[in-house]
């Protein structure tokens, strides 16, 4: 699997440019020129320059400090939602195919009733009623992200459900829980990480949007959206503030649809050959 990953370009090029702003994430606070928290009147809404290479914001913070902290809280909240979608959406997907009937119906009704609202409507629902937070936040968008998981990887499922070897599984006796876990699942495994890595770029969009609109990250947290936030209100006397938010935004969601793209040229032959 790996090899076939490495020998597409697309896939080299994303992994590479993610694997460095992953690298970014993680070391920000150590390769960070100031603090991305303390306010520093003196340094006003400067425009980038040697000292402050981004510029600074409405109170003097670095902002260049502020997106390399920024990375890691953005990332942090897309991977940890994605997490939750794909934990509670694999089960229920999975179990919806295999089991069928009755609790097939029930599954996916629930599911169809979610799917009336746009993900990001049922995020702000959740996180309205749980309060906003970074926390809520990550819960908001794993949960808002189940229905539709759930349906991809139960169409996949249902393929794997009338195979040959899960129907010898079944005449020796073994367990529905264990057909599920070790063979339903991992035969599964390819479609699950091309629909992951497409569920990252728009878990960034959604932490982001949250975050825009005050119910993500809270200040002084540097998160992208929330600094996208409040850069708005300076647009014409201040570029800088809402433009290199966005374009970290756009550049990493930009990257991992790519990825996503290319993995999906790997693990579905057929799309790629369209």
């Given at each position: 699997?790996?090899?076939?990953?490495?020998?597409?370009?697309?896939?080299?090029?994303s992994?590479?440019?993610?694997?460095?702003?992953?690298?970014?994430?993680?070391?920000?606070?150590?390769?960070?020129?100031?603090?991305?928290?303390?306010?520093?009147?003196?340094?006003?809404?400067?425009?980038p320059?040697?000292?402050?290479?981004?510029?600074?914001?409405?109170?003097?913070?670095?902002?260049?400090?502020?997106?390399?902290?920024?990375?890691?809280?953005?990332?942090?909240?897309?991977?940890?939602?994605?997490?939750?979608?794909?934990?509670?959406?694999?089960?229920?997907?999975?179990?919806?195919?295999?089991?069928?009937?009755?609790?097939?119906?029930?599954?996916?009704?629930?599911?169809?009733?979610?799917?009336?609202?746009?993900?990001?409507?049922?995020?702000?629902a959740?996180v309205?009623?749980?309060?906003?937070?970074?926390?809520?936040?990550?819960?908001?968008?794993?949960?808002?992200?189940?229905?539709?998981?759930?349906?991809?990887?139960?169409?996949?499922?249902?393929?794997?459900?009338?195979?040959?070897?899960?129907?010898?599984?079944k005449?020796?006796?073994?367990?529905?829980?264990?057909?599920?876990?070790?063979?339903?699942?991992?035969?599964?495994?390819?479609?699950?990480?091309?629909?992951?890595?497409?569920?990252?770029?728009?878990?960034?969009?959604?932490?982001?949007a949250?975050?825009?609109i005050?119910?993500?990250?809270?200040?002084?947290?540097p998160?992208?959206?929330t600094m996208l936030?409040?850069?708005?209100?300076?647009?014409?006397?201040?570029?800088?503030?809402?433009?290199?938010?966005?374009?970290?935004?756009?550049?990493?969601?930009?990257?991992?649809?790519?990825?996503?793209?290319?993995?999906?040229?790997?693990f579905?032959?057929?799309?790629?050959?369209?």
């Amino acid at each position: 699997m790996l090899d076939k990953v490495l020998k597409n370009k697309k896939a080299k090029f994303s992994l590479f440019f993610l694997f460095v702003i992953v690298l970014l994430g993680i070391i920000g606070p150590w390769i960070a020129p100031h603090d991305p928290i303390e306010a520093n009147y003196e340094a006003f809404l400067q425009e980038p320059s040697a000292e402050h290479w981004l510029g600074t914001d409405s109170i003097g913070r670095d902002l260049l400090s502020r997106m390399l902290y920024g990375a890691r809280v953005t990332l942090t909240i897309a991977l940890m939602s994605v997490g939750i979608t794909f934990v509670i959406g694999t089960l229920i997907g999975v179990t919806s195919a295999y089991l069928g009937g009755f609790v097939d119906n029930l599954l996916m009704r629930i599911m169809d009733i979610l799917l009336a609202l746009p993900g990001i409507v049922l995020a702000l629902a959740i996180v309205a009623v749980l309060g906003p937070s970074l926390n809520n936040a990550m819960i908001a968008i794993g949960i808002s992200s189940i229905p539709s998981f759930a349906l991809l990887i139960r169409g996949a499922a249902l393929t794997i459900k009338s195979s040959g070897y899960v129907e010898a599984s079944k005449s020796i006796g073994s367990s529905d829980w264990w057909i599920i876990m070790f063979q339903v699942i991992p035969n599964v495994a390819n479609v699950l990480i091309v629909y992951t890595t497409l569920f990252v770029g728009a878990a960034i969009l959604d932490s982001s949007a949250l975050g825009f609109i005050g119910l993500g990250a809270q200040p002084p947290t540097p998160e992208w959206g929330t600094m996208l936030n409040e850069g708005k209100d300076f647009v014409s006397e201040a570029w800088w503030l809402a433009t290199f938010p966005g374009i970290a935004i756009t550049l990493v969601v930009f990257i991992v649809n790519i990825l996503g793209d290319a993995l999906n040229d790997i693990f579905n032959p057929r799309a790629s050959n369209k």
